[in-house]
């Protein structure tokens, strides 16, 4: 029986990046999930390349729609309880945009954080019920303190860090592991106008590589890189009438 | 704008950096920019850089397309790593013809620059092993070409320094191996006569064929004469896991006049020591630097440049004989000193590198006029030995001996793209 592993928004470059680690330790079962039909084919393509024993297929579903995310996960579960899900998706909204325009700023907060729960959620009982399992969530170090210049975004994985806190507390007794990665920024697609703008950025497979890392182990929150538990640590702390003055 | 500085590290110019994400077309282009492909920044100069213009970052097109078991043909995208085709492909018994002294470079990068390894007289260059590649230009057209059809466009993309388009994707033939093993020979040699006598006497029996040369004792001349086979083997040595990184820049370089000297001493010394026949993992045979990560820094804040020229086999002798005098005569140069005759034939791309001779490849830290004063010195040995320099190595040499060293250039600027354009198209063919 090969390992199961099912990858939400699989086309982002972590998860990419992780499904590349993960065929690369062994063959998989592995399903990927996304929008971008071009890019999905894609990928696949290039993990078939790497790994010929590997079943990889990719399927397609709603990201907003509650029902059809029940159905799409319940399909899946049918097959066989994955033995890891990592849910990846979402995009960096332009926070100036999101306070103008509220559309904006509910689509963002629809993609970022109630979408990864949603997804979650359609996995966290079959898991519960089947008593095995790991539950990985990209939420982001943006979601430790709501800041000026990204706080939607922040309040958003904010969401996710709060829920992943409760389903670890919900599956304490269980086989169940729940694992919140908080990646700092990192150079990939989303957010290559940080780079052009000259931010110094981690690279994505050392991160990818902290995230197959703490996965395995089943740690329940993982900073990519891990220098940013220190820095968000003092981030939290940060007297209120510091951290207004700063302009982050 | 960000500030981009290529392997040499002389200078950070400001690109606007324009990341490639889809292997089917260019992004559209920025008005009155010109643009240039860049992919993992390892070439030495300035065929990589385009200040004040936008760089097409390649990284992201890093995969793979399709892999065929039986006959070893390889597709994929062009910002692929040759360490990751060797990473994956090796296992399963297949291995990249033509690799340089580096798998930190992108398929994009060896292509354009026609990159060569220590076994040209058997494989050629690396343009020899792609059976097609696909030129994505900025007026939309997309060019699909290899050795047979579309001749004429591959033969200009071939160590076309990326001016005639962006390489997007390629396919390339690789070779069975039977395994990650070489079985490798270290033979000291004590003078030119010496290493020539050694390189031909190798050249029959040996794939790999490279000498390191000391380029400052007794006049510049002695070294160790390496050579390597691929052999079938179940065992032997795995690679040391673990990578270093030089972790600050110096403020001054630490290859210097001073230092130079003794560890040229030690090292030919350790090096004989290990003479005779050992079996080796190709990771490090082929690739000894790639473990110690950002190993430029060595070299202090001015950076340094590396000077490889080829001149043909006939006075061969003659000028490399003539160029480490120079060299030993300055005091300057580095531990990091290469020699290695070429086979017999002709490469297929317009522009590239390698001919038939003999080159030498050095790095010199950069200390100003001292050191373009030496360089001047060994131009004119490469011009009247009819050589020519490596535009993948080079930041600085004239026009006049680019055009003189390449006697095709008027028919490749046919196929250039008008909107790309290098630091180094500027500097050495005028736009």
Redesign the interface.
């Known amino acids: 029986m090969l390992k199961k592993i099912v990858i939400v928004g699989a086309t982002s470059?972590i998860a990419e990046h992780c499904a590349r680690l993960w065929i690369q330790e062994s063959p998989i079962e592995l399903i990927l999930v996304g929008r971008d039909q071009a890019k999905s084919e894609?990928?696949a393509?290039?993990l078939r390349?790497?790994s010929?024993q590997s079943k990889i297929a990719i399927q397609f579903t709603d990201f907003i729609d509650p029902l059809r995310i029940k159905d799409w996960a319940d399909a899946v579960n049918a097959e066989g309880v994955p033995d890891i899900v990592l849910i990846a998706h979402g995009s960096l909204p332009d926070q100036m945009i999101c306070q103008k325009d509220l559309r904006a700023c509910e689509a963002a907060l629809a993609v970022n954080g109630v979408s990864p729960v949603l997804f979650a959620e359609a996995f966290a009982g079959p898991m519960q019920l089947a008593d095995r399992g790991t539950l990985a969530i990209i939420g982001s170090v943006a979601g430790d303190r709501g800041r000026k210049s990204n706080y939607v975004y922040g309040a958003a994985k904010g969401l996710v860090t709060r829920y992943a806190q409760g389903l670890q507390h919900r599956l304490a007794a269980t086989n169940v592991k729940v694992v919140l990665i908080k990646p700092g920024p990192t150079d990939t697609?989303m957010t290559?106008h940080l780079?052009?703008?000259?931010a110094k950025l981690a690279d994505v497979g050392d991160v990818a590589q902290r995230v197959v890392d703490g996965v395995a182990q089943g740690k329940p929150v993982i900073y990519a890189p891990g220098k940013w538990a220190l820095i968000m640590m003092i981030v939290r702390h940060l007297p209120r009438f510091v951290f207004n003055k700063m302009d982050i | 704008m960000v500030a981009v500085s290529s392997w040499g590290r002389l200078g950070a110019l400001q690109h606007s950096i324009v990341p490639l994400t889809d292997r089917t077309r260019l992004p559209a282009a920025i008005p009155e920019k010109f643009g240039l492909a860049y992919g993992n920044g390892r070439s030495y100069g300035d065929v990589c850089l385009n200040p004040g213009g936008v760089l097409w970052a390649t990284r992201g097109l890093d995969h793979f397309i399709a892999f065929d078991d039986e006959t070893g043909v390889l597709e994929c995208e062009a910002g692929l790593l040759l360490s990751d085709i060797q990473q994956t492909l090796v296992p399963r018994g297949w291995m990249l013809p033509v690799t340089p002294g580096t798998q930190l470079i992108t398929l994009g990068g060896a292509i354009a620059n026609d990159v060569h390894g220590k076994n040209h007289h058997v494989m050629g260059s690396f343009g020899d092993h792609v059976l097609a590649l696909r030129l994505l230009r900025t007026d939309g057209e997309v060019i699909d070409c290899g050795p047979t059809n579309d001749a004429d466009w591959f033969a200009a993309t071939v160590g076309g320094m990326g001016l005639t388009g962006v390489i997007s994707q390629a396919q390339i033939q690789l070779r069975r191996v039977a395994g990650p093993w070489l079985e490798a020979e270290n033979l000291p040699y004590a003078n030119l006569d010496a290493f020539f006598e050694l390189a031909d006497e190798s050249e029959a029996e040996w794939e790999h064929t490279v000498a390191w040369i000391d380029c400052i004792s007794h006049g510049g001349g002695r070294g160790i004469f390496m050579r390597g086979n691929h052999v079938d083997a179940d065992d032997g040595p795995q690679p040391k896991p673990g990578r270093k990184t030089v972790p600050l820049v110096p403020p001054i370089s630490l290859v210097n006049r001073l230092t130079l000297r003794p560890f040229n001493f030690a090292y030919y010394h350790m090096q004989a020591l290990k003479r005779g026949n050992l079996r080796v993992h190709y990771e490090p045979f082929f690739y000894p630097l790639d473990n110690l990560l950002e190993w430029n820094r060595i070299y202090g804040p001015r950076g340094f440049y590396q000077y490889q020229c080829v001149v043909p086999r006939a006075v061969g002798q003659e000028a490399v004989g003539a160029m480490l005098n120079e060299i030993a005569r300055s005091g300057d140069g580095s531990f990091l000193a290469v020699l290695k005759t070429f086979g017999n034939r002709q490469s297929i791309g317009m522009m590239s590198f390698p001919q038939p001779g003999v080159t030498l490849a050095l790095d010199f830290p950069n200390h100003g006029e001292r050191t373009h004063v030496l360089f001047a010195r060994l131009d004119a040995a490469v011009r009247e030995a009819g050589g020519r320099l490596y535009p993948a190595k080079d930041a600085r040499m004239p026009s006049e001996l680019y055009k003189s060293g390449y006697p095709r250039l008027n028919e490749f600027l046919q196929y250039r793209d008008p909107g790309i354009s290098s630091a180094m198209s500027r500097r050495l063919i005028e736009s």
């Open positions: 470059a894609r990928l393509q290039d390349v790497r010929p697609p290559a780079k052009a703008q000259g």
